[in-house]
């Protein structure tokens, strides 16, 4: 995988993008960090040779987009909530946040792009995004308070899983 410069340039982008989302101590740093990560990410994706591998990367990069705009808007709604005093429910703004974290993980319900998108990556890619690209948004989840809904989400992974 490592044949010339720019995928090692593009592998530590990734990782440091993952260690910004990580550890940061906002929510927007955590959205940039997701965004230098999945920046990182489309090129290693995209193989001249593999006409398949670039319409994945641009099916990833459209669910992810659509995904980091409704988090940016979520994220700015909570700031608005808690700096302006503003009647927003809290609990919905924090929902939104989990339904935007588990598509960018590819969490169930919000998975239906994750197979599409595997066929048509290499073996080394789909090891990438099944494991390094998820630990960002499992991150973030993390420090979220909604067991209630994350648990129906672990249930429908469950059973569409063994389905």
Known sequence: MFNNSSKILFMGLMI?????TVT??????????????????????SDS????STEASLKYFLTQAIASTVLLFSVILLMLNY???FE??????????????????????????????ME???????????????????????YLNLNKFLLISVILSVIIGAI
């Open 16 to 20: 440091i993008g993952t260690m910004i």
């Open 24 to 45: 940061s101590n906002s929510w927007l740093g955590a959205w940039m960090g997701l965004e230098i990560n999945l920046l990182s990410f489309i090129p290693l994706m």
């Open 49 to 52: 040779n593999n006409l398949k």
């Open 83 to 85: 700096n302006m005093n």
């Open 88 to 117: 927003l429910n809290s609990s919905f703004i924090s929902v939104m946040i989990l339904s935007t974290l588990l598509m960018k993980s590819g969490a169930a319900p919000f998975h239906f792009w994750f197979p599409n998108l």
């Open 120 to 142: 048509g990556l290499s073996w080394m890619n789909s090891l990438l995004l099944m494991t390094w690209q998820k630990i960002a948004p499992l991150m973030l989840i993390s």
